[in-house]
């Protein structure tokens, strides 16, 4: 799989990074919420399967980031990472 892991704290990028080339899958990175809509849609970006997305995101959160990749890439799958409890937060992540 090709999978693009977004996130803001370099510790937990580099760990999910880490775990996930270990179990076999190319990994892209990115830190912030432009770069992040930036590779997902990028022509030579190899066709990702996997969009891991942290919410709160400098830039761009992770929901306008979601908004954003959906609307070029809605088959594209997005899994949000989030420190984010309330069921609002729930409730926004599933419009997006």
């Known amino acids: ?28 990175t990115a830190a912030d919420g432009h770069r992040a809509v930036e590779v997902a849609l990028a022509p030579q970006t190899p066709p990702l399967d996997l969009v891991l997305l942290d919410l709160m995101l400098p830039g761009l959160d992770g929901l306008e980031v979601c908004r954003r990749v ?5 088959e594209l799958g997005i899994l949000m990472l989030t420190a984010k409890g309330s069921e609002e937060d729930k409730g926004d992540g599933d419009r997006s």
């Open 1 to 28: 799989m090709h999978i693009l892991i977004v996130e803001d704290e370099s510790s937990l990028r580099e760990a999910l990074s880490d775990l996930l080339r270990g179990e076999g899958h190319e990994v892209l």
């Open 70 to 74: 959906r609307e070029r890439r809605p």
